[in-house]
């Protein structure tokens, strides 16, 4: 196929990942990892003043629940980056409410 030719070598790993192959991830992370650390940076900046949680804590947070989410097609590296953003903010809103249940004394 023509349009497999020049294709971007994170959306071969992304679909090679998707497929099942696990050493497709090893090869992929080295790749997206500066990426990643910005998406953090920006979902940690909406968080309330006071946050202590680390970009790389939040980066390793996620790439926790994408390996353990399952299967996942991803259609190519904007899908990829689209689905780890989303991600991220549901840590950091999540991360928030823990913390303000703790401040108001809940469970």
């Known amino acids: 196929m023509a349009e497999e030719i020049g294709k971007n070598p994170v959306t071969e ?5 998707s497929r099942g192959d696990r050493t497709a991830l090893n ?5 997206v990892h500066n990426d990643l ?7 940690l900046r909406s968080l309330a003043p006071g946050n202590t949680m680390q970009t790389t804590a939040l980066v390793n947070e996620a790439y926790l629940r994408l390996v353990g989410a399952g299967r ?3 259609r190519d ?11 991220m903010r549901q840590i950091a809103i999540d991360l ?4 303000g249940r703790e401040k108001r004394g809940g469970d």
């Open 13 to 17: 790993l992304l679909q090679a990942w």
């Open 27 to 31: 090869r992929l992370l080295p790749l």
């Open 37 to 43: 650390l910005r998406l953090a940076r920006q979902s």
């Open 72 to 74: 996942v097609d991803y």
């Open 77 to 87: 590296r904007a899908h990829f980056f689209a689905v780890c953003a989303t991600l």
């Open 96 to 99: 928030t409410r823990t913390r």
